[in-house]
């Protein structure tokens, strides 16, 4: 009923950058907050960064002024630029959408299937 697509993920050097795309489909009434989460090997999944249901975006210490999360909501798509990479950003990088469906009304969140960052040093 719902599907959310990743996209952008690939090899880059350290001090690069990746700009990585979340896209949502389906019967979607409404969306609400929308967020980036990453898996490192033998780490747990951590939150990197989130847009909040009321506009307003958090982000992890880690990224802080080098990660930029945007959404163009026309097209039900979030953004995570990522700027000055580094070696310890490489990871599985995962979407998460927070949606309203009918039939009947209810919230359900939303992943997606993951793209993998690898920044070299």
């Known amino acids: 009923q719902v599907q959310v697509v990743e996209s952008g993920g690939g090899l880059v050097q350290a001090g690069g950058s990746l700009r990585l795309s979340c896209a949502a489909s389906?019967?979607?009434?409404?969306?609400?907050?929308m967020g980036w989460y990453r898996q490192a090997p033998g780490k747990q999944r951590e939150l990197v960064a989130i847009f909040t249901s009321g506009g307003s975006s958090n982000y992890a210490d880690s990224v802080k002024g080098r990660f930029t999360i945007s959404r163009d909501n026309a097209k039900n798509t979030v953004y995570l630029q990522m700027n000055s990479l580094k070696p310890e950003d490489t990871a599985v990088y995962y979407c998460n959408v927070g949606v309203i469906v009918a039939g009947p009304y209810r919230h359900l969140e939303v992943w997606g299937q993951g793209t993998l960052v690898t920044v070299s040093s």
């Open positions: 389906g019967s979607i009434v409404s969306i609400g907050a």
